[in-house]
């Protein structure tokens, strides 16, 4: 029997994806890539913008018509939320959400006959964790420390799709990042839907995490999902400034400059917060990568508003912008929000940050050149060239070299290609 996957969304999906995929793999399967003929067609999806839910809809037109009979089974959050709309997609066979994906194999086997009923999975995906890594997908290995949020920001539909905020304990964490890091992985990104918030569960914190983590051997580089800037403390920051380990980038979601738009959001902090946590982060590490997500386009937002934020962000010492249109999605408060700015008017705004991003981008890369910094090579090559990124997230392409991919390599960096990747000398 074979089984091939498509993933949609987060690293968070990525680490789970990769964990289905493995129990399919104990029970016999032999995996195959997406777009080829299949026994069984997994989607694991997301739901964080009808962007999202396009790309879903039409993961599943191409399962159906290349694998046609396949059992096409489709999971995550967008089958959580909107289950009835899927299942009535031609050629799906099984929708199943956040509380059953684990129990996937189960629900297969009922479906062909094979068992009566599905048996329980044994846990609350609400409430309970159920540990996650990816592995071997990449070279680098997406660790799920968290899931789950209690915030409520009135855009977003994520805590209706993966329930309260929950985490396992360190100990555990601890021991899979060391089977993860004995694989010979070299890279472990902690993942979750608010990692900051970790320890809700367990009674510790996330800074407990990090001091565990930091002091695990086998584990050469730790690189650190998106942070709620409230979340971040001076404590992990001093901590990410002394070690060896963890790499020297945060991704923090400002999602505006402008504190209307913030209330109306319903987020947790106000812009002067954010630009402190800036100020700190570049206080203890000056050559830290620092990335955040801004959302164009929010119902109330005027162009003074967007003037206000795209100021406020071009005087902030950044790496990188992730970029959105606002979109809008079914049940939430946001949706009842007056002040509907228009799609075009949302996109133009989303060009002038993109734009910023890239001039910040480029900006950040030329402080680097003529550093030596270490690279970990990733396991594609274009035109006889082969990427990776340092430690700070610069993307850095050299000409390609098997026997250097997946390895840690000191690497002279040397200017900015057409491609807009940074130029390295491997100086091993």
Same mark, same amino acid.
């Given at each position: 029997m074979t089984v091939s996957f498509h993933t949609l969304g987060c690293k968070l999906n990525f680490a789970e994806t990769s964990t289905v995929g493995r129990l399919f793999a104990e029970n016999g399967y032999t995996r195959v890539d997406f777009g080829q003929p299949a026994d069984v067609v997994v989607i694991n999806t997301c739901t964080v913008t009808g962007q999202a839910d396009r790309k879903c809809r039409q993961a599943i037109g191409k399962a159906v018509k290349t694998s046609p009979g396949a059992v096409v089974v489709v999971i995550g959050c967008f089958a959580e939320l909107k289950a009835p709309e899927i299942a009535g997609i031609p050629g799906v066979s099984l929708v @199943? $959400?956040?509380?059953?994906? #684990?129990? %996937?194999?189960?629900?297969?086997?009922? @479906?062909? *006959?094979? %068992? &009566?009923?599905?048996? !329980?999975? *044994?846990?609350? &995906?609400?409430? /309970?964790? #159920?540990?996650s890594y990816s592995l071997f997908d990449r070279t680098r290995s997406f660790l799920k420390v968290q899931d789950g949020c209690d915030y409520r920001c009135t855009y977003c539909t994520i805590p209706k799709a993966? $329930? /309260?905020s929950r985490n396992a304990p360190v100990n555990m964490i601890v021991k899979q990042a060391e089977a993860v890091a004995g694989q010979g992985i070299r890279e472990i990104v902690l993942t979750g839907v608010n990692i900051g918030d970790f320890g809700r569960t367990t009674g510790e914190t996330f800074l407990q995490l990090l001091l565990a983590l930091d002091a695990v051997e086998p584990i050469e580089?730790?690189?650190? $999902?998106s942070v709620e800037p409230n979340l971040i =403390?001076?404590?992990i920051i001093a901590l990410m400034a002394g070690s060896q380990k963890l790499a020297p980038h945060f991704h923090i979601p400002l999602q505006s400059g402008c504190n209307k738009i913030l209330g109306l959001m319903a987020r947790r902090y106000r812009r002067e917060l954010f630009a402190e946590k800036i100020g700190l982060i570049r206080r203890y590490i000056p050559r830290a990568a620092i990335g955040i997500d801004v959302i164009a386009g929010f119902p109330g937002e005027t162009g003074e508003d967007f003037e206000d934020t795209r100021t406020f962000i071009e005087n902030l010492d950044l790496a990188y912008l992730?970029?959105?249109?606002?979109?809008?999605?079914?049940? =939430?408060? &946001? +949706?009842? @929000?007056? *002040?509907? +700015?228009?799609? &075009?008017?949302?996109?133009?705004? !989303?060009?002038?940050l993109l734009e910023l991003s890239a001039t910040k981008r480029r900006q950040f890369y030329q402080q680097h050149t003529g550093r030596r910094l270490g690279v970990i090579f990733e396991q594609k090559a274009k035109d006889g060239m082969m990427t990776g990124f340092t430690d700070s997230y610069i993307r850095v392409e050299a000409p390609c070299n098997a026997s250097l991919i997946g390895r840690c390599i000191p690497v002279a960096l040397t200017g900015i290609a057409k491609s807009g990747n940074m130029t390295g000398i491997v100086v091993e």
């Open positions: @199943l $959400g956040n509380r059953d994906k #684990f129990n %996937v194999i189960e629900h297969i086997r009922q @479906l062909k *006959g094979m %068992v &009566a009923e599905a048996p !329980s999975c *044994g846990y609350d &995906a609400y409430r /309970q964790f #159920f540990p993966r $329930g /309260q580089r730790i690189r650190i $999902g =403390t001076e404590e992730h970029v959105f249109p606002y979109s809008e999605r079914p049940e =939430t408060k &946001a +949706v009842e @929000l007056p *002040g509907k +700015v228009k799609p &075009a008017d949302a996109e133009h705004r !989303s060009k002038k």
